[in-house]
């Protein structure tokens, strides 16, 4: 049974800093492209950044400068460190994992993230 399995999402101040993690289990991890995408109310879910299995990055331009993503294949993790995060960040954060051209495609449930002063 594939779970990922997101964790450290919060409410932050503008400006501040949060980082995302992802664990995942049942798959194999280093075959996959991990991702994190982001839905705000009202819009459609977008992607934030993706890493590969050989850790090339793609980074949305939003965030391009402010958030990194990075993985860890020994721990079956992926992080988005999250930096000067702005209140149009406010959105719940969903970890993606997919192989094999979007053959195989897993979600996971998402965590809430809520820039506010």
């Known amino acids: 049974q594939v779970q990922l399995v997101e964790s450290g999402g919060g409410l932050v101040q503008p400006g501040g800093s949060l980082r995302l993690s992802c664990a995942a289990s049942g798959i194999i991890f280093s075959f996959y492209t991990m991702g994190w995408y982001r839905q705000a109310p009202g819009k459609q879910r977008e992607l934030v950044a993706n890493?590969?299995?050989?850790?090339?990055?793609n980074v949305a331009d939003s965030v391009k400068g402010r958030f990194t993503i990075t993985r860890d294949n020994a721990k079956k993790t992926v992080y988005l460190q999250m930096n000067s995060l702005k209140p149009e960040d406010t959105a719940v954060y969903y970890c993606?994992?997919?192989?094999?051209?979007?053959?195989?495609?897993?979600w996971g449930r998402g965590t809430q993230v809520t820039v506010s002063s």
């Open positions: 993606n994992a997919q192989w094999a051209g979007g053959r195989y495609y897993y």
């Open positions: 890493i590969t299995g050989d850790e090339s990055t």
